[in-house]
């Protein structure tokens, strides 16, 4: 084995960032996939579409506040992780889970003093059990993400790897508890997920208490807080906008068609975002440690490093929507209750919107690592009131479809807002001749096995047929645009230096 190892092909496999890293977050994510397709087909055989659409609400007010409260922190710690010593770094982390503790119970007690706010924000009535345990749910969401973010900035992808997978099996197991034995109906979900992300806490802050040893007049300082808060405040109106333009679109749907509608979309929505989560957020997980210091080290070396990495993007994006498609609509029968089987209509319009949001995402580090965090918000705002106002006039009409259309163009122009101003502060000269036409490639052999996914053939047979075209595809992909070379390219980077 260690022979391998030191050979030119195994240090490159073995040694290699990237491919490491990506092939554990991408394999957390995977696992964490079908934890949620085993999921959404219990919920969904269990429950009503209305009793789904309550479910997302009230994920989506924890989302909201996880932010609001986190206030930029975790991303702040993550850009200033590798510009400051070690020791700071240690004393900055229970600041930050102490602020955390502190902004919770403010707003707790607000929504607990004022209960209007708490059903109109939640969309539902809650008791005062309920309502503590889900802002316990996000206390420990907070807690359990910067510790799993700490474990991504620092490199150890195998211990985010493990720790995930104790918290996906917690989630299932769970749900299976409060759902079918306890027969606790839609709040199964919201409990399910307290119990996960509470046991990741505890393991996220014993890891923390065992690597930094505080000290009790240590424990807490704002003048370390201070240029953290500077750096991550402006984030925070950001991702309350990046929430609103992933889900904007429900709350408009319940206005218009009402929660059956949302329920079906949210379906539909989960599986066209399994792309993004299964290989757009761990390609962004693995390389972002990897941009910060070849920005650090050099501007010229940066610029390199992001254009094989962009271009890389889009052609491994291309081959997996080809891949997905080819077997999508066998799956989603097979796992969606009956009642949301029309949610695979709109798969295909927001998963291209998706992958539109992913390569902003490829670009967007340059903006994080210039400290232009101002310049995020702005930009999410204008996608977002474009995304409201393409919701407002495409549903009344078209309902769910009409709001994924609207998603779909929404990030099509976040995308374009984030590639033109990077182009500004670090150019970089893409090859978008190869780009593009590997695009429409990939549009015309995606259109073809979406048109046979909706024929009524043998199931078998359909199967077989969309696979062989997958395969020509991934010929083709290869005799015309190189797509080996490219991959290698990408993972070139992940060679430690």
Sequence with gaps: MNNIKNTSIGKFLFQNYILKAFTSFSLTQFLGTLVGLAMISLYTKNLSPSDFGKINFIMITVGILSIVIDSGLNTAFSIKFFKVPNE?????VYSILIYNFFVVSIFYAIFLFIPSISKQSFRVSLTIPQLS?????????????????????????KSYFWVNIYFFLALLLMSFLFLLILKMGYFAYIKAYFFAHTMLAVIGLYYFFSIYKPELKELFSFRRLSPLLKLGLPLVPN????????????????????????????????????INSLVINPMGQALTPQGFQTFARSIPEYKEFLKKIFEGYWFIIEVLLVAYF???????????GKEYIEGFNIIA?????????????MVAGTLMMKEKTDKVFMFSFVSVIFNVGLNLFLIPEFGIYGAALATFLSYVLYFEIFFIYTQKLVYVPYNFRKILLSG????????????????????????????????????????????KDVIMEFLQYGIQR
């Design 88 to 92: 700071q770094n240690a004393k900055t």
């Design 133 to 157: 345990l889900v802002f316990t749910l996000i206390l420990v969401t907070i807690i359990s993400r910067f510790y799993t973010n700490f474990l991504i900035i620092s490199r150890q992808p």
């Design 239 to 274: 991702s309350i906008l990046l929430m609103l333009l992933n889900y904007a679109d429900r709350y408009m749907l319940e206005i218009y068609t009402g929660l059956s509608a949302v329920g079906i979309y949210s379906v539909g929505y989960t599986f066209a975002e399994k």
């Design 326 to 336: 080819s077997i999508l609509r066998e799956v989603f029968d097979f796992i969606v």
């Design 349 to 361: 319009i927001v998963i291209l919107g998706t992958v539109f949001g992913g390569g902003a995402s």
């Design 440 to 483: 429409f490639f990939t549009l015309l052999f995606l259109g073809i096995i979406l048109f046979l996914s909706y024929t009524s053939i043998n199931l078998l047979l359909r199967l077989l047929i969309k696979l062989i075209f997958l395969l020509i595809f991934i010929i083709g992909m290869q005799k015309f645009f190189k797509i």
